[in-house]
């Protein structure tokens, strides 16, 4: 992993394994191992857009989609610690019209995505852990991986070319052309990203080793998503790093190991 995105992620590394030993010592309850299936809904952003030069355009909606498989513990009635291996979609969707021509840019990250996640039980269930709904607030980070990267551009309805594209009322036109080849759109984009992570949720055992959870969060990449050498200044000769964001929600089901 770049050295970098080790720095940044020491601090909050750190942060995750003192809320585990603070709930460790302040335990004296059984821990509970489980895995986890999740599936989620969600609307993706990218936030401070980097349009290579030209006019910023409108954003539009875009949904996005992940699943997942994880594993958690729960530490008490009040703690638990939980991580998966999840496949996510995400960008942005642009369209606006310039000079009387609709110009539309899609955007499409597919990633492999790692959380860390620290959930607490605010509602204290005590004795009816398993009867009770448990109300849950969850803070942590995601580190992802980019994957693929699909990219479309279209100019009154007929599908160009970046390059293409980017010439339109762009005076950084020959800054792109002198950046290495990017017909390939995953080499615009940094591989790497850690969001922070937000949510609450709601859980419920159905079975007596059988949970259902439903969570809605929210997420926001700290690192700028593209390459240094396409972080090129804006129609007023500003540059802002672009990031990963999203709105969404989770439905996931737990399976608590009996024997463990």
Avoid: C
């Amino acid at each position: 992993m770049h050295p970098f995105i080790l720095r940044r992620s020491t601090p909050l590394v750190s942060l995750i394994i003192l809320l585990y030993s603070s709930a460790l010592l302040g335990q004296s309850g059984r821990i509970y191992h489980y895995f986890t299936f999740d599936g989620e809904g969600k609307v993706d952003f990218i936030f401070d857009q980097n349009n290579y030069g030209r006019p910023e355009m409108l954003y539009r909606i875009k949904p996005g989609y992940g699943y997942g498989i994880g594993y958690g513990v729960d530490i008490g009635n009040r703690h638990k610690i939980q991580t998966a291996l999840r496949y996510v979609t995400g960008g942005q969707y642009y369209k606006d019209v310039f000079a009387g021509l609709e110009h539309v840019k899609n955007i499409e990250f597919y990633s492999l995505q790692i959380p860390l996640i620290y959930k607490f039980i605010f509602n204290n269930p005590s004795k009816t852990y398993r009867k009770d709904f448990q109300w849950i607030l969850n803070a942590g980070f995601n580190f992802s991986y980019l994957i693929r990267t699909d990219a479309t551009y279209r100019i009154d309805g007929q599908t160009v070319s970046f390059y293409d594209f980017m010439k339109y009322n762009n005076s950084h036109y020959d800054e792109i052309l002198a950046n290495p080849d990017a017909t390939d759109p995953i080499s615009l984009f940094n591989r790497w990203d850690i969001a922070l992570y937000g949510g609450v949720s709601a859980l419920y055992f159905v079975l007596d080793y059988v949970a259902v959870e439903l969570e809605l969060n929210v997420t926001y990449g700290m690192l700028d998503i593209n390459r240094l050498e396409w972080q090129i200044k804006n129609v007023n000769g500003q540059y802002s790093g672009s990031h990963n964001g999203q709105i969404g929600s989770r439905l996931t089901v737990l399976y608590y190991i009996p024997f463990w």
